[in-house]
């Protein structure tokens, strides 16, 4: 049976639900030692002394290390960088000198016999500082915003364009800070093996990039350092960069010379990053026919006082939306917390927010239905570079969403739609990302029994790449799915990049793809050497691998099982590793769209928000596995009700600290408030995008989410609230 397009099972599900999946902070090592954290208390200063007596007068602490007492680290920013570091600033180097950059920064580590005693020597640990005036309110700081390289290039006049145009709306959108909370805690075990080599496994998206940085930042042979994270327990883009507790265990572990382990608490995972507060403000110029005249979005996002962080918040109209006179620009604004990092669709989920909110207004403003306005401002081609895409289905994406949704069903007038004592609105936006690959290499061992192993240093951060790379690799060689044995998330097998922005499965399906070519044309190479070979006139091209056997493309009674070419050729395995590299055609723009239409109900006297329906129709290529691309979109989905209703992250900017840093008090959706989620995937052929037509899927699910909320609820009760989460205090303003 074919797997690629199927509802396939997770084949790492028996072991996560049965426990056999060991995560980083669970691996067992002989004389492990156990890590906790002393974190500074101030945002901003230097730290004038550290008293660590008392803690190492505690029986088992085994040693206590800070800034003056630690293995040698490198003194570069170079040996700081990795693969997804800001391109400007001084990556953060934990425990390297007497500076306090933010509050909840680490400042020592207490290593003990057991966690329990070095989390209460940590406590005993005795710090003194010399503070420095300090800044973390973005609104605060908004004048001091300063322009980085601008996204996209204007068009047209933007200023007279919008002075003359029949209708100008202009207005902030506001999203505040929001931080990851996977259910995993980070967490690094260190094993040092006693002959100088160190395994260490990690919470992390890129086991190789975090082997990279561990030899430069300890100055190691690549070869005495290997990383592995077979399974994540989430991410969501916090796992991209390597976070300060690695660099914390490798170097207890380095000076000790025994393992160490190092869970971070909820509270210290607040000091990691996160989706950066954002100002968007939103210029939009229209015709009376719903056409755009002019449109401009500026955005002031967040940024540490060491590094610049950012994502593209203004590029999405260009993406979406015809329109001759436009003007984008992007300011960072410097505070004194860490560095921000990527969150699910980092500057989609939040510019895409705005931009849609700021067309809802157009399309009340000129009593034109929201979808209407969308389908007349629709544009065939990306405007920036004035290319078309390799696929774009939105217009079907609208169509079907709106069709399930009952969409010609909505009363457009605030207030007019109701369920008994609840307010009833309806609303809608689009959802757009980009189609990414990136090179990645696979290495397909077949052998002669019948079985294959397939292996990626990728990882596995919850999304099922396993799986797609088991039904990849079945249908390309022809074998059944328990045939086929995957290996990833260890820095020893075939180069990936981290894994992030939606362009996995692209990435390594496409090498998964190439290097089953090459088994193809290995068999196929032995198979003419049979004597009487009912292949031997065959070309690569001309003949497939399917039931275990190389088959003709013309005539498939003519083909050879795998075991007898192999025994033929006095061989019991083949191996082959590929890379892919993107053909990244400059002709074509690469995104991923969805239509996303939502239902609130309101309490007209209490003002509580339910999400009662949504439905989210994803165009994103050749679809791999429904089933977990479904529970993709439904988690994405789930996300974007948090970004609307719930999320937020509080800072005392007197203190400088986070206020709500445990899951008790930053609010994340539960059951509760997820009710009806519908997600359909369009039919999208692109035979451009990659041989096998996939667009990844990570992403696109949050993307347009909270806008369409914020448009329900606007139509619900008529009062427009722009600054997120919307909650029912701002409802009763």
């Known amino acids: 049976m074919p797997y690629i397009g199927t509802s396939t099972s997770r084949l790492d599900g028996h072991a996560k639900v049965t426990g056999l999946a060991k995560y980083a902070g669970e691996f067992k090592a002989n004389n492990l030692a156990y890590a906790s954290v002393v974190e500074s208390t101030v945002p901003k200063g230097r730290i004038a002394q550290i008293d660590v007596s008392e803690a190492l007068r505690v029986q088992g602490v085994v040693d206590v290390f800070t800034h003056k007492h630690r293995p040698h680290m490198a003194d570069t920013d170079a040996a700081y960088k990795e693969d997804v570091s800001p391109e400007v600033g001084s990556p953060f180097r934990p425990l390297y000198d007497d500076n306090v950059m933010f509050s909840g920064q680490p400042i020592a580590l207490v290593v003990a016999e057991e966690w329990e005693i070095a989390r209460y020597a940590a406590s005993l640990v005795r710090v003194s500082y010399r503070g420095q005036p300090h800044a973390t309110d973005l609104e605060a700081q908004r004048a001091q915003a300063f322009i980085i390289e601008k996204p996209n290039k204007p068009r047209g006049n933007f200023a007279n364009a919008f002075a003359a145009a029949g209708l100008r709306h202009e207005a902030d959108y506001f999203i505040p800070v929001e931080h990851h909370n996977p259910m995993e805690l980070f967490a690094s075990t260190a094993v040092w093996e006693g002959d100088g080599k160190l395994t260490v496994y990690d919470k992390t998206q890129g086991v190789q990039n975090v082997q990279r940085y561990i030899c430069n930042v300890f100055g190691l042979p690549s070869d005495d350092v290997r990383v592995m994270s077979p399974f994540v327990g989430g991410a969501f883009g916090s796992g991209l960069r390597p976070q300060y507790q690695v660099v914390l265990a490798v170097m207890a572990a380095l000076a000790l010379k025994r393992p160490v382990r190092l869970v971070l608490t909820r509270q210290q995972m607040y000091s990691l990053g996160y989706r950066p507060a954002t100002i968007e403000h939103l210029a939009v110029g229209a015709n009376p026919d719903g056409t755009l005249a002019a449109l401009k979005h500026e955005a002031i996002a967040m940024t540490s006082q060491y590094e610049e962080f950012s994502r593209h918040d203004t590029s999405w109209a260009d993406q979406l939306y015809k329109c001759g006179n436009t003007q984008f620009t992007h300011k960072l604004a410097r505070v004194d917390l860490c560095t921000p990092s990527d969150m699910r669709a980092p500057g989609a989920a939040t510019g895409v927010y705005a931009l849609e909110c700021a067309l809802d207004e157009v399309a009340v403003a000129l009593k034109i239905d929201p979808m209407e306005l969308r389908l007349r401002c629709y544009s065939d081609r990306e405007q920036n570079d004035d290319v078309p895409y390799t696929s774009k289905e939105l217009r079907e994406c609208y169509r079907q969403a709106a069709a399930a949704f009952g969409w010609d069903k909505r009363n457009p007038q605030p207030r007019s739609m109701r369920d008994g004592k609840e307010l009833v609105g309806w609303g809608m936006a689009t959802g757009v990302w980009e189609a990414l690959q990136v090179p990645t290499a696979a290495r397909i061992i077949l052998t002669s029994n019948g079985h294959a192993e397939v292996s990626c240093a990728t990882s596995d951060i919850g999304t099922g790449t396993y799986t797609i790379m088991g039904q990849v690799a079945a249908d390309m060689l022809g074998l059944p799915i328990e045939n086929i044995s995957v290996k990833l998330g260890d820095s020893t097998l075939p180069q990936s990049p981290v894994e992030g922005g939606s362009w996995m499965a692209a990435s390594v399906s496409t090498a998964i793809g190439a290097a089953c070519d090459a088994i193809r044309g290995e068999l196929l190479r032995l198979a003419k050497t049979m004597p009487d070979s009912p292949l031997r006139h065959e070309g690569q091209n001309e003949v497939a691998l399917a039931d275990s056997r190389l088959v003709s493309g013309q005539d498939r009674a003519r083909a050879i099982p795998f075991a007898d070419i192999m025994r033929h050729g006095k061989i019991d395995r083949i191996e082959r590793e590929t890379t892919a590299t993107p053909d990244h055609d400059p002709k074509y723009?690469?995104?991923?769209?969805?239509?996303?239409?939502?239902?609130?109900?309101?309490?007209?006297?209490?003002?509580?928000?339910?999400?009662?329906?949504?439905?989210?129709?994803?165009?994103?290529?050749?679809?791999?596995?429904?089933?977990?691309?479904?529970?993709?979109?439904?988690?994405?989905?789930?996300?974007?009700?948090?970004?609307?209703?719930?999320?937020?992250?509080?800072?005392?900017?007197?203190?400088?600290?986070?206020?709500?840093?445990?899951?008790?008090?930053?609010?994340?959706?539960?059951?509760?408030?997820?009710?009806?989620?519908?997600?359909?995937?369009?039919?999208?052929?692109?035979?451009?995008?990659?041989?096998?037509?996939?667009?990844?899927?990570?992403?696109?699910?949050?993307?347009?989410?909270?806008?369409a909320i914020a448009n329900a609820i606007y139509h619900a009760t008529g009062k427009r609230v722009r600054d997120l989460p919307i909650t029912l205090d701002k409802l009763q303003r």
């Open 589 to 707: 723009a690469r995104n991923t769209h969805s239509a996303v239409f939502a239902e609130v109900k309101i309490d007209e006297q209490l003002g509580v928000i339910r999400v009662s329906r949504v439905v989210n129709a994803v165009a994103a290529g050749r679809i791999l596995n429904t089933k977990t691309a479904r529970s993709q979109i439904i988690g994405g989905v789930v996300w974007g009700i948090g970004m609307a209703l719930h999320e937020e992250t509080l800072v005392d900017h007197k203190f400088g600290r986070v206020m709500n840093a445990n899951i008790a008090e930053y609010h994340v959706p539960v059951n509760a408030d997820v009710q009806d989620i519908q997600v359909i995937f369009v039919d999208e052929r692109d035979e451009i995008i990659n041989p096998l037509g996939i667009k990844g899927v990570g992403e696109i699910g949050i993307v347009g989410v909270a806008a």
